[in-house]
Nanobody
Framework: VQLQASGGGLVQAGGSLRLSCTAS????????????IGWFRQGPGKEREFVAG????????RYSDSVKGRFTISRDNAKSTVFLQMNSLKSEDTALYYC?????????????????WGQGTQVTVSS
């Protein structure tokens, strides 16, 4: 059972992309709404970093300072999917983007608080 990230691609600086994170397999999709979801990214030679997170009902969100005001996270529990709308993209946003599920009470930024990682989707922003 995994979360599958998709929607990455090559885009020019200032452009937009929308990533999707969808649950697949087993009963995970049936209980999707009981998990908070986090988006993370890992650039070349860098550690995996928190990008955005969303609570179970979708009303609570959290963003890293580097993407606040440019990225928007949302979810559709009926479709077991979380979205990450990325606007005003910069070259420093280039990374492999992952989503993962969390069971903590609050949205945390440490990757060790998340599980069921998918293989990620590549975002490349050309300057």
């Amino acid at each position: 059972v995994q979360l599958q990230a998709s929607g990455g691609g090559l885009v020019q600086a200032g452009g937009s992309l929308r990533l999707s994170c969808t649950a697949s397999g087993g009963t995970f999709g049936d209980t999707f709404g009981t998990y908070l979801i986090g988006w993370f990214r890992q650039g070349p030679g860098k550690e995996r970093e928190f990008v955005a997170g969303i609570g179970r009902g979708g009303s609570i969100t959290r963003y890293s300072d580097s993407v606040k005001g440019r990225f928007t996270i949302s979810r559709d529990n009926a479709k077991s999917t979380v979205f990450l709308q990325m606007n005003s993209l910069k070259s420093e946003d280039t990374a492999l983007y992952y989503c993962a599920a969390g069971t903590t009470a609050f949205i945390r930024t440490n990757p060790t608080d998340y599980h069921d990682w998918g293989q990620g989707t590549q975002v490349t922003v050309s300057s």
